[in-house]
């Protein structure tokens, strides 16, 4: 094996026929053995993956990770419970996919942002201060701006921006909300637009439906239920 560095009690102890490592910390990449190219930075980071090309800084970041390749964690604990299998996700902050497990292309910025469900879903983007936390299943969501899409699970294609934009939306599909509080307290209805400061806000039907609501405006029907 050649060009590798280990710093740290049993850094990289299982290393074999692995090339280009770079693992600083205790127990950082003390699982790989033929991996090659990987940077991990802090104690326990990579501390069970067998892959290539990743990259880990930060306490316990991609500490359970397994197979997974081609993954950026930045920050403690980032990626860090979840037995990650998923290709291709990039996670920065602090227990920013933390629970991330089979999904893949997924990409996280803010602390607990899409930290806190066991991601399976794919091509998932999330911006803010727990944007997208509880994201399960769910594909293809867009969110950005700090708890926005907090509480989805399983809805997919939904793109909102803004502080607390979708909040509550768990199940709700193809929905695009633009602009603070918008759609907030919607749970399970579905393709909706809302675009303005508290846009349908209030909105949220008896049970899952389509709505095909569009408001445009500051408050645009934000007492529609």
């Not at 934009?165 to 709700?172: A, I, K, L, R, S």
């Amino acid at each position: 094996n050649n060009y590798n560095t280990a710093v740290g009690y049993a850094a990289g102890a299982a290393m074999t026929t692995g090339v280009n490592n770079t693992l600083i910390g205790g127990h950082a990449g003390d699982a790989m053995q033929d991996d090659n190219q990987n940077t991990a930075v802090g104690a326990r980071a990579m501390s069970t993956l067998q892959a290539d090309d990743c990259v880990a800084v930060g306490y316990a970041a991609m500490d359970a990770a397994t197979t997974s390749a081609r993954t950026t964690a930045v920050g403690r604990s980032a990626m860090g419970a979840g037995v990650v299998t998923g290709n291709d996700n990039t996670a920065i902050g602090n227990k920013s996919q933390l629970n991330v497990t089979s999904g893949e292309f997924n990409t996280s910025l803010g602390s607990l942002s899409m930290g806190v469900g066991a991601t399976t879903g794919n091509y998932n983007t999330t911006v803010g201060y727990q944007a997208g936390k509880n994201q399960t299943s769910g594909t293809e969501n867009t969110y950005v701006g700090g708890f926005t899409g907090a509480n989805t699970t399983t809805g997919t294609h939904n793109t909102g921006v803004g502080m607390q934009v979708m909040q509550n939306t768990t199940v709700g599909v193809q929905n695009t909300a633009l602009g603070t509080y918008a759609l907030f307290t919607n749970v399970d209805s579905s393709k909706n637009v809302a675009v303005g400061y508290e846009a349908l806000k209030t909105l949220e039907p008896a049970s899952a439906v389509n709505s095909f609501n569009t408001a445009v405006g500051c408050k645009a029907g934000k007492a529609m239920t």
